[in-house]
Nanobody
Framework: QVQLVESGGQSVQAGGSLRLSCAASEYTFRTNCMAWFRQPPGKEREGVVIICRDTGRSYYVDSVKGRFTISQDNAAKTVYLQMNSLKPEDTAMYYC??????????????????WGQGTQVTVSS
């Protein structure tokens, strides 16, 4: 069973930065594509960024382009989300997710097989 463990969430002021980490129990075909989702209070979960090891490609939603950067350390089996210029609207529970490959609606949470427990990010103005 794949396990994903997020860390790094905390409260910050607007304009600040945070780096989230997602440690995976395995780096296999099952976790080839890793993603970060977020769920603001009272809203649906939404995809933020995706990265796939087989292609090396990453994909960002428009709202975070230029501010967030995803990276990974294969040896550590860890994916990172560097978040800069944070805004109050970035406040959410951030989740790490994994799946084998991309097809269909890649931003739909239902497409992902494995999830972490989440880490809270709160941005105050």
């Amino acid at each position: 069973q794949v396990q994903l463990v997020e860390s790094g969430g905390q409260s910050v002021q607007a304009g600040g930065s945070l780096r989230l980490s997602c440690a995976a129990s395995e780096y296999t075909f099952r976790t080839n594509c890793m993603a970060w989702f977020r769920q603001p209070p009272g809203k649906e979960r939404e995809g933020v960024v995706i990265i796939c090891r087989d292609t090396g490609r990453s994909y960002y939603v428009d709202s975070v382009k230029g501010r967030f950067t995803i990276s990974q350390d294969n040896a550590a089996k860890t994916v990172y989300l560097q978040m800069n210029s944070l805004k109050p609207e970035d406040t959410a529970m951030y989740y790490c997710a994994a799946r084998a490959t991309l097809f269909g609606d890649n931003w739909s949470p239902r497409r992902y097989n494995y999830w972490g427990q989440g880490t809270q990010v709160t941005v105050s103005s």
